[in-house]
């Protein structure tokens, strides 16, 4: 059971309660089908174990396969899902890959533990000690609830082994993620039920400003770049400026209509139906989001405060 879902149902029954405190007669016949339903909602909620909640994560919000998951002439090979990327980082910091993140014992992680892999996911080091390259968004991910950490951590060791010896990192210079205000250390015990919460932390998990927050020259500025964009990235796609999400009226999303944020994560359409390029083409995953996962996402984008 995940820690939203522990949330979920303490909210339920501090509602029931209130009910039975004011409870009449007739009142009490209401209380009753009301609590079959909320029950019925709990059960509904408490039957996502953690292996599920970790898949949701994985492959509604966090896309870990854009990274690890190699590609073939017609997209990601799923067959070959998790066992390292083919996206090549070289930069004057390091030269990386997307792992091998399969169970495999000798090319992947199989020989970790979940614990070995909830240091890495948020604090970046693995158990040999050597840190992994902030292209890792190890940063981002720091936010994570215990909750949802263990269930991450719990649903890598049931995907498919793959064998796939990955090319070793080459590390140059030390290199450390920029933390993110906010992101530092988790959230707390529960997943946020404040919308912008809630939003705040899935486009965290989701790592929407690692683009949107880049300045031109590549570098992260969480202050004074939030939400503008203006870097321009480049790859089998061609090359596209990153755009500014900030609520600036023209030259941001503040004219935008929810359902038009929505359909912009869920379909990878413009607001004029452009079709959006690749770094921002995750509809495969967004749009297995929960409503109330979209909703709040949307309700976050809303509040970035406008720039130009
Ligand atoms: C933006 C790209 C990106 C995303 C998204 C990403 N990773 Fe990574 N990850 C990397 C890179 C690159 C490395 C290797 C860095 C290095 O070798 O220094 C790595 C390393 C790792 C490692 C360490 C394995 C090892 O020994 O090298 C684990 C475990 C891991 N990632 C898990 C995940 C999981 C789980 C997710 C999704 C929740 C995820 N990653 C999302 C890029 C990414
Ligand atoms: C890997 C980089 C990357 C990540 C992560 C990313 N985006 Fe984007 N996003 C882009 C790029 C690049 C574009 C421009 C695409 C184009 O013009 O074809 C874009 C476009 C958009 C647009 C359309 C804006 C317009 O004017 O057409 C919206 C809205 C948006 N992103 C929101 C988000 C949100 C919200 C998240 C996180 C949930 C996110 N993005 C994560 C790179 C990214």
């Not at 158990?127 to 190890?138: I, K, L």
């Not at 089998?236 to 929810?258: C, L, Q």
Request: hydrophobic share 40%; net charge neutral.
């Amino acid at each position: 059971m995940n820690q939203f879902t522990y949330g979920e149902a303490a909210r339920l029954q501090y509602e029931s309660s209130t009910l039975i405190r004011s409870a009449g007669a007739g009142a009490m016949i209401y209380f009753f089908a009301v609590l079959a339903v909320l029950c019925a909602a709990a059960t509904r909620a408490a039957a996502e174990t953690p292996i599920e909640r970790g898949s949701y994560l994985v492959n509604a919000v966090m896309v870990c396969d854009g990274c690890h998951t190699p590609r073939g002439p017609s997209g990601l090979d799923m067959e070959r899902r998790f066992s390292g990327g083919s996206i090549v980082w070289d930069g004057p910091a390091y030269t990386v890959h997307g792992s091998n993140i399969t169970p495999d014992r000798d090319t992947g992680i199989g020989a970790w533990s979940e614990e070995d892999i909830k240091r890495v996911l948020i604090s970046g080091v693995r158990p040999n000690g050597v840190s992994v390259a902030p292209q890792m968004p190890y940063g981002f991910y720091r936010i994570l609830t215990p909750g949802d950490l263990d269930a991450i951590a719990a649903y890598l060791k049931t995907v498919k082994p793959v064998s796939n010896e990955m090319p070793p990192p080459v590390y140059k210079a030390a290199a450390y993620p920029v933390p993110l205000p906010g992101a530092e250390t988790s959230i707390g015990d529960a997943v946020p039920q404040d919308q912008v919460k809630r939003g705040f932390y899935l486009a965290t998990l989701a790592h929407c400003m690692e683009c949107h927050s880049r300045k031109p020259d590549g570098t992260q500025d969480f202050k004074n770049w939030w939400g503008k964009g203006g870097h321009e990235m480049k790859g089998p796609f061609g090359s596209v400026v990153v755009a500014n999400i900030s609520s600036h009226k023209e030259r941001g999303v503040g004219a935008w209509t929810d359902a038009e944020l929505k359909r912009a994560l869920t379909e990878g359409i413009s607001r004029d139906g452009r079709v959006l390029k690749l770094p921002m083409a995750r509809q495969r995953y967004f749009s297995r989001m929960t409503e109330q996962d979209l909703d709040a996402i949307v309700a976050w984008v809303r509040t970035i405060p406008p720039i130009e």
